[in-house]
């Protein structure tokens, strides 16, 4: 049985992905900041605060790193709401992609953070520099250097990630894929372009970062 590719119905529903694609790349955008955010503050805390503290944000990111995404998902989606506390499905979404970006973000951060040698920073002060100067030129930019490419990685499987979030019924470039499978009845060629679209995306997202790593140290 030879197997007759028809890829027009799917193209004829090119609005419907492209909302499907507007909702995966705001996703994508919300949960980077909001991750990069947590991340940024958590990394922070278990460099820099005191015992407390950074085993409150060891226990958040060990339960996140070591719990499925889906299930992080479906327990602010479906769970929550039991506790008197609920969100529409593209909140939940958002709110959880934050989270789970945020657990791994710090890490990430933290890494990069310890990887400043404390002796570079008394170098920093004994040159005159104020403490806004030390962090900027002696801990910031030198610490995002080290692990710009793993943050990056971190960010492309973020977006990659957004898929879950049709699980919940939020409208994403997945969730659109779906409704026109059901409505077609061509698998293959349904997948195929979504599976296109979503190696496009992460190219894309890996050349923006390739051209912002250029931007931020070419001359440092």
Known sequence: MTYS?????????????????????????VGMVAGLTIGAAGAAIRVYGGPWPRRIVSGYVEA??????????????????GLGIKFDAETAAMLTLSVNLGAYTTEILRAGLEAIPKSQLEAGRSLGLSGWQVFRHVVFFPALKVIYPALASQLVLLMLATSVVSQI?????FHAASIIQSRTFRDFEVYAVVAVAYLAL??????????LHHLLFARR
């Not at 019924?169 to 470039?173: F, G, Y």
């Open 169 to 173: 019924s939020a409208q994403d470039l």
């Open 202 to 211: 992460a190219l894309i997202f890996r050349a923006f970062f390739a051209v």
């Open 64 to 81: 996140i790193r070591n719990t499925p995404l889906i299930v992080q998902l479906f327990l602010v989606f479906f769970g929550l709401p």
């Open 5 to 29: 590719f028809q890829f027009r119905d799917v193209f004829a529903a090119w609005e419907f992905l492209l909302d499907g694609l507007t909702l995966t790349l705001l996703l994508s955008a």
